[in-house]
């Protein structure tokens, strides 16, 4: 896995651990509500949990912009996409731009289809994979088809 480049501002970096990077962003209870639908932050525990499942059954990168890591995307081998962009850069097309990145490399891997978990809740998600072409297909799945 290597880094890749999604334009001057933005660049996926290949998963090492960081906790001083990541953890605050799973500290943050909005953040975690978003993500895992969770009241409670993460421990550090849950977090390399999570990272290491991740990054064994796919492909997973911290997101870089402008310098400074922001949050985090996985495309899973089952063809799952998931992200994570900490609160004070959301709303900035970051997590779109990463998502349209795990669409191509889907297509590198021959995937044709992808999907990802979206709580019926987070509207600033699913506004976000609509945007890039996902479809809703269950009550909280979101599928985006290769053309």
Not at 12 to 29: G, H, K, M, T, V
Not at 42 to 59: F, I, K, Q, R
Not at 83 to 105: A, F, P, S, T
Request: charged share 35%.
């Amino acid at each position: 896995m290597t880094e890749r480049i999604i334009d001057e501002e933005l660049k996926l970096i290949p998963y090492y651990r960081n906790d001083e990077a990541s953890l605050p962003w799973y500290q943050d209870l909005d953040v975690c509500k978003q993500v895992d639908n969770r009241d409670e932050p993460y421990d550090l525990d849950l977090l390399h949990a999570m990272y290491d499942y991740l990054s064994s059954h796919g492909d997973c990168y911290y997101i870089e912009y402008k310098g400074t890591l922001v949050g985090d995307v996985s495309l899973r081998d089952n063809a799952e996409v998931a992200i994570v962009v900490c609160k004070e850069y959301q709303n900035q097309h970051i997590g779109r731009r990463c998502v349209e990145d795990m669409l191509k490399l889907a297509k590198e891997k021959g995937m044709d289809t992808v999907k990802a978990n979206i709580y019926s809740f987070n509207g600033q998600s699913r506004r976000m994979f609509e945007a890039v072409g996902f479809k809703k297909i269950d009550e909280e799945w979101y599928e985006y088809q290769s053309r």
